[in-house]
């Protein structure tokens, strides 16, 4: 008698307990082909991200947070059995992880947030008024739950034993002691260990808590890592609390609750749960530009202007900040999508919220951003606050837009805003441009192709120019190749720049949760290290250094750009190519690498980013962008105390 499917248990409900996401997907035995080919499409694309040899063992200040050999590890996981094929997946994926480095890794859609898990008790980290820190359940917690998970609140209501029963309001700023009987300080660094994608230690333990972000909507909330995982890992959490005016704690166990993702395809069994979420989509790999027969349409922001931006499983949050932390403040006209421009109430003290360096029209973008900027100053502002918390990156000209724009035409600005760069040199990226140099993109759309990139003098290379000729280098003990130093990419700019300074640096400040990354980093970093910008950390643990971005780059990419690369070169059979993906997977890649600015000749990634300051998070203003604004408003520009009280 054949056994139940797991997956027809499961299929259709939107909710489901992780146990049974959990039988589902470790149901499918791990096929040898998929097996070889994931490993070989991964293995042969590292060959074209920058940062493999020095991910082996970073140099200070990171020797201690990325020390990942990932052709070793993918060796291991080759000869390594596995029980299934999410096994299999799950040791690929922290070992990605494992590098802390939002541009590099590998996902798997068949698996990485298919079922999205939670739990109603986002957590956050305060500081008390003798400068103390402890944990507590968000005071915002069950506004947050129960408007974002209406059909499913009763479920955790019910859930909560005796005399907590149908209580879960009474949990909002609750005083947390133990997660599953320990200091809640060992569940912090425990995620920061496993969650990836920054360097800093200190920015992936600021991971585990609920912080906003501003999206192309509206005000956006993340529960953090405690509460929000992308796989269906965790049962449940033993908490030991103190509720709000209670003078005892209570001890209580709460189950997670796994929601079907908004981005995977509904199933009824087994075969369909395989075919509509697990097989490569036509967008996982890459397409011949010269191939008449398919549609190798690109967008022309995707074509023309680069970008750096971090990865994850976990897909852009559509949660809602509630209402009565969202700025009450009314934007300003120039505002658009992600860039959100204010006035404080002392009348010198602009703001632009920026929760990405991507929108959806990059020349209404950039417009925005300049316009934005000067009707702050024309309503009289002097001080500006660049709010860029959970800014994942964006479009890499966009930050250097921004940049010239706020501190004007110097030396600094133009003829490069950004960093100067360089991609990897192996001998597969050495006959692309070899290919391309001697004719092969005729219609000019390739990114290998000279004619997008400049020396470092910043000089157009002329389109037949072989520019990837190797340089040699020695890292971690190995040889590496790279490419010559590449200059700007972006100037002159689509818009026409003002001929003056919008601010002066020094009234300047760049506040975020240290969750800035890729573009961020590059408008961060300069705008810190060139022009003296003061940077600012809002909450994290006041006794480690907090960093105010991380994952820097210098331009992100994925399998399926370099896949196109080489099958529009007529390359795709060549030894060292990577084949097609046969799965719904994703592989990111660092593509070109920054240079520092205060020691150039090393790349900016491995350099120190430390904040300025840390503005310490209260019940008051944890989640609350406006108090924020207006505190450090008051703390930094010294400006007057008598702000009109937020009513919303």
Not at 194 to 201: D, N
Not at 580 to 589: E, H, P, R
């Amino acid at each position: 008698m054949p056994l139940p499917d797991p997956c027809a248990a499961i299929a259709g409900k939107k909710w489901v307990l992780p146990r049974e996401a959990r039988a589902c997907m470790t149901s499918f035995q791990l096929d040898p082909v998929i097996k070889s080919n994931i490993i070989e499409v991964v293995n042969k694309t590292l060959a074209f991200h920058t940062s493999v040899t020095y991910q082996i063992q970073a140099p200070p200040p990171y020797e201690s947070d990325v020390h990942e050999d990932l052709h070793a590890d993918l060796a291991r996981i080759s000869q390594q059995e596995y029980s299934s094929e999410f096994d299999f997946h799950l040791d690929i994926y922290r070992t990605f992880k494992r590098t802390n480095d939002g541009h590099c890794g590998v996902y798997n859609y068949c698996y990485d947030s298919l079922y999205v898990t939670y739990l109603p008790l986002p957590l956050v980290l305060l500081t008390e008024q003798d400068g103390s820190q402890n944990v507590y359940v968000a005071p915002e917690a069950f506004i947050v739950a129960s408007n974002e998970f209406e059909d499913e609140i009763d479920f955790w209501q019910d859930a909560l034993p005796g005399h907590l029963k149908g209580k879960l309001e009474s949990l909002s700023g609750a005083k947390v002691f133990l997660i599953n009987g320990e200091s809640p300080s060992v569940a912090v660094n425990q995620n920061a260990e496993t969650t990836g994608s920054y360097q800093s230690f200190a920015t992936r333990q600021n991971s585990f808590f609920a912080s906003y972000h501003r999206g192309a909507d509206g005000w956006d909330y993340s529960l953090g890592n405690f509460a929000l995982q992308a796989h269906p890992l965790t049962d449940s959490v033993e908490l030991t609390v103190q509720r709000a005016n209670s003078s005892t704690n209570d001890t209580f166990t709460l189950p997670y609750r796994s929601r079907f993702g908004t981005a995977s395809h509904e199933f009824t069994d087994s075969a369909s749960y395989r075919a509509r979420n697990c097989v490569s989509k036509q967008s996982t790999n890459g397409v011949d530009m010269y191939d008449g027969s398919i549609d190798t349409q690109i967008p022309d922001d995707a074509r023309k202007h680069p970008v750096n931006v971090i990865l994850d499983a976990m897909p852009l949050t559509d949660i809602d900040l509630p209402e009565h932390l969202q700025p009450a403040l009314p934007a300003l006209g120039q505002s658009y999508s992600v860039a959100q421009f204010y006035m404080l109430n002392d009348n010198v003290t602009g703001v632009l919220a920026l929760g990405s360096f991507s929108a959806r029209n990059f020349t209404a973008f950039g417009i925005s951003l300049l316009t934005g900027l000067q009707e702050l100053q024309a309503i009289g502002a002097k001080n500006l606050i660049v709010d860029v918390s959970n800014n994942g990156g964006g479009y890499i000209c966009i930050a250097h837009w921004l940049h010239r724009i706020i501190v004007g035409p110097k030396e600094s600005t133009e003829p490069q805003a950004g960093l100067d760069s360089a991609t990897r040199a192996g001998p597969l990226a050495q006959l692309i441009v070899k290919v391309i140099a001697a004719g092969g993109d005729p219609d000019e759309v390739l990114s290998y192709n000279p004619i997008q990139w400049t020396n470092a003098t910043h000089e157009p290379f002329p389109e037949t120019y072989d520019w990837l000729e190797p340089v040699d280098v020695v890292i971690n003990g190995r040889n590496d190749s790279f490419s010559q130093r590449l200059g700007q990419e972006c100037q002159p700019f689509e818009w026409d720049a003002p001929s003056h300074a919008l601010f002066k640096p020094k009234n300047v400040l760049i506040v975020s949760n240290g969750r800035c990354a890729s573009s961020c980093s590059l408008f961060s970093i300069t705008m810190s290290k060139s022009e003296g910008v003061k940077t600012i950390v809002t909450g994290g643990n006041n006794k480690i250094a907090q960093e105010y971005c991380g994952t820097v780059g210098g331009q992100s990419t994925s399998f399926s750009m370099i896949d196109t690369e080489l099958k529009s070169t007529k390359l795709k059979n060549h030894t060292l190519a990577p084949p097609d993906f046969l799965t719904n997977s994703v592989q990111g890649i660092t593509w070109r690498l920054g240079f520092g600015v205060h020691d150039p000749e090393k790349p900016e990634e491995w350099q120190q980013h430390r904040a300025d300051l840390i503005f310490p998070l209260t019940a008051e203003t944890v989640n609350n962008p406006a108090k924020i604004w207006e505190a450090l408003a008051r703390r930094e520009f010294k400006t007057p105390v008598s702000f009109r009280v937020q009513t919303n």
